[in-house]
């Protein structure tokens, strides 16, 4: 009669697989939710998620200073974890000492001390971040920055030699800095501390074997519209119609969608002034032409995903 959460592991063709499950009691019985995790580490390498080579530079060269907070925001489910587990495993080499602090750990990392937060002790987010600073790490890996707390734990951490990486729930890069100011953490710390944030999400690829033609329905062309001019919209698009291969869904595989903003010394300065206004207008004035919309058009016009599934994730860009 109380929501319950487990776990457990099995072997498929060779490969490990964690199964996550979730159960909540409901009028009519129980709800359950499970979620596979393959313990494959040799994928989290930042060359394999996707991301445009000049983003992927500079998000390279964020993660390598020696100090400061890193950011990765987006909803549930938008491979925000493979972003920083990749990360973390370019940067962990036999020199450098990485601690993590997660709920759960997620995946196992060789080389990595990982530490998970267990709330029936106690032992919370700013408890153990707190003691990690004492074991002389040179990088931390934040789970999530879910309260003022751990917040501001984590900005002090980073402004005493540490490199701090982190995620946290907003719906772009823009509005991630204001997020930590709105938690209640100083206009200066965020100003002094914060090197950048990756905000991104996850779509679906068309399936290669069964891509046909489409025609934008009436819905679909009253979007177009509303995003690019009439002369730049095709008339015809591509999805897949469903095949063996994708399980007739139209869809195989994902890409991940990326927005890097970096902390300038003008977003610096308009983030320590009082009307957070300002720094989200600059902030998306350098972001422009840049943006994970941009960048989901972007599939669709050259055939590699859906008018469905770019409108899908439209809603989670305005949400």
Known sequence: RLPQDGRFGFTVKGRAVDMRISTMPTQYGETVVMRLLIQ??????????????????RFRKMINRPSGMVLVTGPTG?????????A???????????????????YRLPGII????????????????RAILRQDPDIVLVGEMRDEETAQTGLRASMTGHLVLSTLHTNDASTAPVRLIDMGVPRFMVAMSLLGVMAQRLVRLICPHCAVDHTPTENEAVWLRQVLPQEEIPSVFKHGKGC??????????????????EMTNDL????????????IQKAREKLKGKTLKDQSLQLALQGKTTLDEIMRVDNQFEG
């Open 40 to 57: 494959n580490t040799s994928h989290f390498q930042l060359d394999k998620l996707g991301m445009p080579p000049e983003l992927l530079a």
């Open 78 to 86: 938008s491979g925000k974890t493979t972003t920083l587990y990749s």
């Open 88 to 106: 973390l495993s370019e940067l962990n080499t036999p020199e450098t000492k990485v601690i993590t602090v997660e709920d759960p750990v997620e």
């Open 114 to 129: 990982q530490t998970q937060v267990s709330e029936k002790i106690e032992l919370d987010f700013p408890k153990l971040l």
């Open 244 to 261: 063996q291969h994708c399980n007739r869904t139209g869809y195989l595989g994902r890409i991940g969608l990326y927005e890097l903003l």
């Open 268 to 279: 610096a300065m308009a983030a320590n002034m009082p009307d957070t206004n300002i720094f």
